[in-house]
């Protein structure tokens, strides 16, 4: 049932910094230079996402784990309402580089946890996750140690096909050896043309004949594995993303490029746009639902009071 007082979009993107350590060159984030949100108005952003009665936030960026404000924000957002109902689902994409005593903080807190690998093959996934040498290996660590240690968090793992890697990307489920840490779903992402990827647009894009071989190669490896599989491609971006900024800024995706509607607190404080109507409530729905299923399950470890 809609919440009668719901002035925003039922899924949210919150992307409070820009800054990363690592250069994909692929990268849709806001650019790294932005000057990060105050912990102050993160929480004030929460708190109106909560307010809103928002269904899901994934925090991405920008790197979120760098931010030194993201596990209270997490609890914050993410907490129980008072009358027991669950708080947003709360999704956080990350490279994977944070120190692993760093993501146990921050996994109970979480429905979700979205890792990047690009390729089977090292060398290819090192030319696009530029910065970190071991990047392929911590995320297979991670993944590892999340599986074996909050069972009730799914795990997303998100490919960008581009020319870069269109050799390795379909084999990129070999390098989990063990089945019990293969992810819940694994999502194939044609390139986007903003920011960075629109920089780059002409050395990585494939055709789209080419993206959709390569995503037929990946579906094929994802059924050997027992895997679900999801696709994004820019034809169907618009109107479904509702993006928060490191500036305060409410952006969308229209006619396939990012547009900045106004800053997040006035729109929101007078009324003065619907930010519910900017996006189409079905394709903002089911991009998260069908990547971010609900579970039978417990919600996680630490919202149940239940340790694994
Ligand atoms: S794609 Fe992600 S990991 Fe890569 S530079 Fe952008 S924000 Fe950082």
């Given at each position: 049932m809609t919440h009668p007082r719901r002035l925003l979009p039922d899924y949210v993107d919150f992307r409070?910094?820009?800054?990363?350590?690592l250069a994909c060159p692929f990268c849709y984030g806001p650019r790294h230079d932005m000057p990060t949100m105050s912990e102050d108005d993160a929480l004030r952003v929460a708190e109106i996402l909560r307010a809103e009665r928002v269904k899901g936030v994934v925090f991405s960026g920008?790197?979120?784990?760098?931010?030194?404000y993201l596990v209270r924000l997490a609890a914050a957002l993410g907490a129980p309402y008072e009358s027991g109902a669950p708080g947003p689902r709360l999704v956080l994409s990350t490279n994977g580089l944070a120190p692993v005593a760093r993501m146990h903080q921050i996994v109970p807190h979480l429905d979700w946890l979205a890792l990047p690998l690009e390729s089977a093959d090292a060398d290819e996934n090192a030319t696009l996750r530029i910065g970190h040498p071991r990047q392929q290996q911590r995320v297979l660590e991670l993944l590892k140690e999340v599986r074996r240690t909050y069972r009730a968090v799914g795990i997303k793992l998100g490919t960008v096909l581009t020319r870069q890697n269109v050799k390795g990307a379909h084999r990129v489920l070999e390098l989990i050896q063990d089945d019990s840490s293969l992810p819940d779903t694994w999502k194939i992402y044609e390139m986007s043309p903003t920011n960075y990827g629109a920089d780059n647009r002409e050395a990585l894009a494939l055709t789209t004949e080419e993206f959709e071989e390569a995503v037929e190669r990946c579906g094929k490896a994802a059924v050997d594995r027992g895997v679900e599989i999801c696709v994004y491609r820019n034809s169907t971006r618009s109107g479904k993303y509702f993006f928060v900024d490191p500036d305060g800024s409410a952006v969308i995706i229209e006619d396939g490029q990012e547009r900045r509607l106004g800053n997040f607190f006035e729109l929101h404080s007078t009324g003065a746009l619907s930010l519910r109507d900017a996006v189409a409530h079905e394709g903002n729905q089911h991009n998260f639902t069908s990547t971010y299923p609900t579970w039978p399950?417990?919600?996680?470890p630490f919202a149940a009071g239940e340790v694994l």
């Open positions: 409070p910094l820009g800054r990363c350590n920008g790197e979120p784990t760098l931010l030194p399950r417990t919600r996680s």
